[in-house]
């Protein structure tokens, strides 16, 4: 895992903690945690654009693991990924399958995930 530190605000916990729930599942079952060599690499970044806004980035890589086909039926653990976690978070998530393992990308604005120091002082 690589990125920076980053106080996540509980709606992000929650959606979060549905598509890490989701993840290693699957790929216990079918992807890279089903071989003894395979590995998972997550890794998130904060970029600024030019309006001041800033966005969060978060990738999930398998490697490792045995070559995966997309699925051709829209599973839950897809739209789970895909659609619910992004769109609760006011982002987008894109799934792919390449030959080293399956990549799951989340994109949104940072505000959406992160919580404010102000936030925590108030608690």
Known sequence: M????????????Q???IAFHEQPTNSAKHGALSRHRGRIEIAWK????????????LIWRELGGP???A??????????????????????GKLEFDKQGVVWTLETPLRSVETSLANIAAD
Do not use: C, E, K, M
Not at 2 to 13: E, F, K, S
Not at 46 to 57: E, I, K, L, N, P
């Open 15 to 17: 959606y979060l903690g």
């Open 2 to 13: 690589a990125g920076p530190v980053i106080i996540l605000q509980p709606n992000a916990v």
């Open 67 to 69: 070559i995966v086909d």
């Open 71 to 92: 699925i051709t039926r829209r599973a839950f653990g897809s739209v789970v990924l895909t659609r619910v976690a992004p769109q609760a978070l006011g982002g987008t």
């Open 46 to 57: 904060v970029t600024s654009a030019g309006d001041g806004t800033d966005s969060f980035r």
